[in-house]
């Protein structure tokens, strides 16, 4: 997640152009040996790791990229989901596996920033046990409420979390999510009431919500967007965006609504395990840039408010880094620890 006003918000033309000159003005003996090392590259098929259930947001991208991929380097690429654990079942299982580039780990800010501050014995270090690849898409978030909610507006949801009494509850995608912790950032600068209820994954949270059974859920636009055009939710602030969506046109952004500080737009990224050969790291980068950045997928994944937007492998650690430090702050400022 970072800042609108970040450097790794929005990728530039002249950033891809000024790495490819770079290319073109390595030393021969240099090409020749990164030429000699991808020569074999990949030589089996290649298994992509999705540490969350089938039929989600994160499953149906890595789907669509994967085979992308695979038309582009000749060999099958197999999802393989691994839910459970905030990312770690997934994580450990691509630690084992030989450093050769025949494994990637997709994930978001969950797995690779957040969970260093929700579990004291996590069980992997990012930056440590992978190398970054590339970020893939920056994700708005959308608060909603039910369609029948009395909450006409974010200004109204705000006065009844502060009205004492019960208060509101909340639903997430579970314990540490970044819906979860955002909420609880929500609830501590309001100084309101409000009662976490933690699912198993975004679908049963957002069907407890369109029955009633909750209060609020903050959701990724990909799933919000069509619960508003649906008239199946109502959308009361947009999360992580410099400017309102193009298809919620009627909804302010929380920095409209006077909480810059809660602005933060979530991210999905690619890593690989620590080790493998820079040559190869390198071409699964730039593999990955032009499947994402093609045009089929930029229409489909911009209509549904999210931007595609790739980085160096530089800037995805970097982004690492920073986000890690950030939320572990903001974690421990909420409180939230996990086993």
């Known amino acids: ?38 020569a074999g590259f990949p030589s089996r098929p290649i298994t ?47 630690k084992q596996q030989p450093a050769d580039g025949h494994t990637l780990f997709y994930g978001d800010l969950g797995p690779f920033s957040m969970n260093a501050g929700l579990y004291p014995k996590l069980s992997y270090d990012t930056l440590k046990d992978f190398m970054p690849l590339t970020r893939l898409l920056v994700s708005p978030t959308v608060l909603l409420v039910p369609t029948a909610s009395p909450y006409q507006s974010f200004a109204d949801f ?46 049963p949270a957002v069907q407890d919500l369109m029955a009633g059974h909750i209060d609020a859920l903050l959701d990724v636009s990909p799933s919000a967007i069509p619960l508003v055009r649906e008239n199946k939710a109502r959308a009361l602030a947009v999360v992580g965006s410099d400017k309102r969506l193009p298809q919620l046109p009627q909804v302010p952004t929380i920095a409209e609504l006077g909480m810059p500080a809660l602005n933060i737009p979530g991210w999905t990224g690619m890593v690989v395990r620590a080790g493998t050969p820079e040559p190869i790291a390198n071409r699964l980068h730039d593999e990955l840039v032009k499947a994402v950045t093609a045009p089929d997928v930029v229409q489909r994944y911009t209509d549904l408010g999210l931007i595609v937007a790739p980085s160096s492998r530089a800037e995805f650690a970097e982004l690492i880094r920073t986000e890690t430090a950030r939320w572990g702050q903001v974690i421990h400022q909420v409180g939230v620890k996990l086993e």
């Open 1 to 38: 997640m970072t800042d609108s006003t970040s450097p790794f918000a929005h990728p530039t033309r002249r950033t891809l152009l000024r790495g490819a000159a770079a290319l073109a003005a390595a030393p021969l003996g240099l090409a020749g040996t990164a030429a000699h090392a991808q």
């Open 48 to 94: 992509w790791v999705v540490p969350y259930p089938a039929g989600g947001f994160g499953d149906a991208l890595s789907r669509m990229l994967a085979q992308k991929l695979s038309a582009s380097l000749g060999q099958p690429v197999v999802i393989d989901n691994r839910p459970g654990a905030g990312g770690q079942i997934g994580a450990n299982f691509v």
């Open 158 to 203: 705000v006065r009844a979390a502060q009205a004492g009494g019960a208060g509101l509850n909340y639903g997430s995608y579970g314990m540490g999510s970044q819906p979860h912790i955002w909420m609880e950032m929500l609830r501590g600068q309001i100084k309101g009431n409000l009662t976490h209820v933690a699912y198993k994954g975004g679908a």
